[in-house]
């Protein structure tokens, strides 16, 4: 069992390939001038260094930055500590478990599919690991299913987060449906709590036309490389379950 949390590096491929790219323009960069093609390779030494630094940012956004996102993120609820939550597009469980100190009287699922380029070690067994190191595991459950199609009935979660999860699904349809789904599972006069980059605002706009209220937007906020934004809104107590969204144009 480990006895600290490790949330592990967000698209670890990415990471790698600007690390060993930035790495290789820059060595090209200082060949002494006799060397076979080292006058082109000096061209690409200041490119070599905007890689390193970009890879550089992305470690430092991976292993420490999120966390205070995360932070922000959690933090715009004001909790009971007996709520049911649930967490899209759980990952190795930095949401999940911040969310299960927050209610010890209450439940946490965390629900994924589990792909291992959008995060490094990805599976269930790191956020039991996780769970287990932060003193949660009691309120904890961990789900396999895709944002689209939740495994749960309508209306059973009174708060539903999720951060950096949605904008990898690559089409808009099945963006709006994810977010029809996180809407469908809350519970009326619940709460859903989202970050994401890129398209983060044309969530709250699918979920303002179905006539969210208490809306709050944080941004734009700079975390790994594109800009994001967090958002925070309630489901109407007189709502339905699913909602019509408009076309994704962000």
Not at 46 to 71: I, N, Q
Not at 189 to 198: A, E, N, Y
């Amino acid at each position: 069992m480990a006895d600290r949390e490790d949330y592990g590096i967000d698209a670890p491929r990415v990471v790698r390939n600007l690390g060993i790219i930035g790495g290789a323009f820059l060595v090209g960069g200082v060949l002494p001038r006799g060397v076979p093609g080292s006058a082109v390779l000096h061209m690409f030494w200041p490119s070599g260094l905007s890689l390193l630094a970009a890879c550089a940012w992305m470690l430092a956004s991976s292993l420490w930055l999120k966390k205070g996102v995360m932070r922000s993120l959690v933090g715009e609820r004001r909790w009971r500590g007996d709520e049911m939550v649930l967490d899209v597009g759980c990952g190795r469980g930095l949401v999940s478990v911040e969310a299960a100190r927050r209610v010890p009287h209450g439940s946490v699922h965390g629900v994924d599919i589990w792909q291992a380029e959008d995060l490094s070690g990805n599976g269930p067994e790191a956020i039991l690991i996780n769970a287990a190191a932060a003193g949660v595991s009691d309120r904890l459950t961990i789900d396999t299913g895709d944002a689209r199609k939740l495994p749960y009935p309508d209306a059973l979660f009174e708060v539903v987060l999720s951060m950096t999860t949605i904008h990898n699904i690559p089409d808009a349809a099945g963006r709006r449906q994810a977010i029809s789904e996180a809407w469908r599972v809350l519970r009326p006069g619940g709460q859903i709590l989202i970050f994401d980059i890129r398209h983060a605002r044309t969530y709250l706009r699918q979920l303002r036309d179905e006539g969210a209220t208490e809306i709050t937007l944080k941004g734009p906020i700079l975390l790994w490389g594109p800009v994001g934004w967090r958002f925070s809104a309630v489901k109407p107590s007189n709502s339905g379950s699913l909602i019509t969204s408009p076309v994704d144009t962000v």
